[in-house]
């Protein structure tokens, strides 16, 4: 019998079942280890350089374990993609029995009975609801998940998703007349009899929470959890451990308490006044914060009087509301459910009108028309250790970017991570031979007005030398579209594609699909996004991704870290830019015969003391800071794909 590295080796069936397949022995070396915690009941934190091929090196010793094992991943992108693609391809070449699930959040599936609540309100709803409304129902009556993700023609924000999915305050539990039908029920039922189940890290902090209160849980028992992309693992902790409250929660029992009305309290039309007047107040809070749209510690704003005084009065709205269906709440389940969100809501609203304590970070964010307060938790590994403890399971944790200085200190101090194995496989891509590092020189600092217009002048010849082919990452959005007219403004010869023309797949269709596009993009770009070929040859970074100085979490964790005479620099500053710079990097080489042009440029790389752990942290590659070099790469490249006609879209299996 084969042993779990086997599997993956020359001998192997996925030399045979996948096509393009190569052994690597990162990835062995990363099955074995995985198959050892599991056995172990351990704990593994690992990284797993761009090519290892991470997902068959935990998924082979998943299947051939027999154990219930658990997949979180980041997005449901990536989710569906283990779904549909990797675990059928795994167990078709281990030819072993296994039955898998995915199970997403409550929002993403049909609730039954809240479209029937949307149709008899159809005549109310604006043309286009009213449309998208018809083709849901069309849609309910042949679907057998009833996952959203099925419908391609509604676009993903619309208001009308919120009114056919239902939330945890919303939901009407065993007493909902469609529960028999219940797609969310049926998901969580096909879920606990998997041998491996797919979620994504909401869903696992989900499940943590309730755990954590007492209040049961949502994923069955399993043997290992094995947690992919874990480098999103902290932040994402830290806003599920945390509270907010948005102006769209309001509107959202608005909604529901008049659907109730009209379904089960006509006579009383005081609850239709107190649903307007707690609207208002809303509206009214969000004009006082400012036209402007922000991101700042809450106590800065609730200072200002106006703010002060129209944060009472929605909550003193939203209280009169509250009485109102204390009474009613007998008549119906829908009454008595917005009764109890009422109080809860009342409840969360009244963590903003008292002064916090310095385990907590309130802070806000405003939008055009709405906004959200928060309360984070200053730190959530206590709390992250507490609940990892509730699973008695293997852990394995598992990204390409979880280690600085290849160690992996700053991640496991996040969450509260004890007794862990470590493991890092560097990888197996040649970059010193296929990629070159380009730092420009005579670059104004980041901070200076020039800046975006000096970087664009300084691309523009790289943009040429490569025949577009490239990925200008930025990091914030305003220096995104300040670029974007820049090059615009200079014709080039190459498609322009801008984050937030297009829905994000459909511009990376575009890209794959033209060949020598140039996509400027944000956050969302720098990782998660997987382009082979010649298509991406160049990857642009506008400068270091260092949290903005401004930034409510940032400032309030940094001081908590200076008091405690530590140095919010070093500790926590510098390692979450190191780690979301090797994200963006990570876009470049995606494949054995990829080739491509990093440019970084941030002159502190070289000013600054620092710049050296970001080099030090890159994969090894050739450095230059002359133009010279840069255009005799790609004038190599081009002979190189002449003389051994290359396919530049051949892809290579990196699963």
Not at 28 to 51: C, K, P, R, Y
Not at 408 to 437: C, M, T, V
Not at 539 to 544: A, F, G, R, T
Not at 610 to 635: A, H, S, W
Request: aromatic share 8%; charged share 25%.
């Amino acid at each position: 019998m084969l042993d779990t590295a086997d599997y993956l080796g020359p001998d192997g069936p996925f030399v045979q079942d996948l096509k393009g397949f190569r052994p690597r022995a990162q990835q062995q070396e990363m099955a074995n280890a995985v198959a050892e915690i599991i056995d172990e009941f351990g704990v593994l934190v690992s990284e797993a350089g761009t090519g290892t091929g991470k997902t068959l090196a935990y998924l082979v010793p998943a299947l051939l374990s027999g154990r219930k094992i658990i997949v979180s991943t980041a997005t449901k992108t990536l989710q569906e993609q283990l779904y549909f693609r990797d675990l059928p391809l795994v167990r078709k070449a281990l030819a072993v029995p296994v039955q898998f699930a995915m199970l997403k959040g409550r929002s993403n599936y049909l609730c039954r009975y809240r479209l029937e609540l949307a149709e008899q309100s159809e005549s109310l709803q604006p043309t286009v609801h009213a449309r998208h409304i018809r083709k849901i129902k069309a849609w309910a009556g042949i679907t057998r998940r009833g996952d959203i993700e099925e419908i391609n023609d509604i676009p993903d924000g619309s208001p009308v998703w919120f009114q056919v999915t239902s939330t945890t305050d919303n939901c009407l539990g065993q007493e909902c007349p469609e529960i028999s039908a219940c797609h969310l029920v049926k998901a969580r039922r096909a879920a606990q009899e998997s041998d491996v189940l797919v979620i994504n890290h909401h869903l696992l902090f989900s499940d943590m929470m309730l755990k954590e209160e007492g209040f049961g849980e949502l994923l069955p028992d399993a043997d290992c959890f094995i947690l992919d992309e874990a480098h999103q693992l902290p932040e994402t902790a830290s806003r599920f451990f945390g509270i907010a409250v948005s102006g769209h929660q309001f509107l959202e029992l608005g909604r529901d308490v008049m659907k109730a009305y009209y379904g089960e309290a006509g006579d009383t039309p005081a609850l239709l006044e107190a649903v307007e007047a707690m609207e208002k107040a809303m509206r009214d809070l969000r004009i006082a914060m400012g036209r402007d749209q922000q991101r700042a510690p809450w106590a800065r704003i609730y200072a200002q009087p106006a703010v002060r005084e129209q944060t009472g009065e929605l909550q003193s709205r939203l209280e009169a509301l509250q009485a109102i269906l204390a009474q009613l709440a007998e008549r119906g389940k829908g009454l008595e459910n917005c009764w109890q969100r009422s109080v809860t809501l009342s409840q969360r609203l009244g963590l903003f009108t008292t002064a916090g304590d310095e385990q907590h970070i309130t802070w806000f964010e405003t939008t055009k028309r709405s906004f959200v307060l928060y309360d984070t938790p200053m730190e959530v590994s206590d709390t992250f250790s507490s609940c990892m403890a509730h699973y008695k399971s293997a852990w394995v944790f598992t990204s390409a970017t979880l280690a600085v200085g290849n160690r992996f200190d700053h991640f496991i101090s996040r969450l509260g991570i004890e007794d862990a194995q470590e493991a890092l496989w560097q990888s197996p891509f040649d970059y010193e031979k296929n990629a070159l590092l380009y730092l420009p020189e005579k670059l104004p600092q980041p901070g200076e007005r020039s800046y975006i217009a000096a970087i664009v002048e300084a691309a523009v010849p790289v943009l040429t030398a490569s025949g577009g082919r490239t990925f200008f990452l930025f990091t914030s959005h305003r220096a995104l579209r300040e670029a974007a007219r820049l090059l615009q403004e200079k014709g080039l010869p190459y498609p322009l594609l801008v984050q937030g023309s297009a829905p994000r797949s459909e511009l990376l269709e575009q890209f794959r699909t033209l060949g020598n596009a140039v996509l400027l993009g944000t956050s969302s770009f720098w990782e998660g996004v997987d382009v082979r070929g010649s298509a991406l040859s160049c990857v642009i970074v506008d400068k270091l991704p260092f949290a903005p100085p401004d930034d409510p979490v940032f400032q309030a964790r940094a001081a908590a870290l200076e008091k405690r005479g530590g140095n919010p620099f070093r500790e926590y500053q510098l390692p979450n830019a190191v780690i979301t710079l090797k994200q963006g990097v990570g876009r470049l080489i995606r494949d054995v015969h990829d080739r491509g042009v990093l440019m970084l440029c941030d002159p502190r790389l070289i000013s600054r003391s620092y710049g050296k752990v970001f080099i030090k942290n890159l994969p090894t590659m050739k450095i230059t800071r002359t133009l010279d070099d840069v255009e005799q790469f790609f004038g190599l490249e081009q002979e190189a794909a002449a003389d051994e006609e290359i396919n530049p879209q051949t892809i290579v299996a990196e699963t």
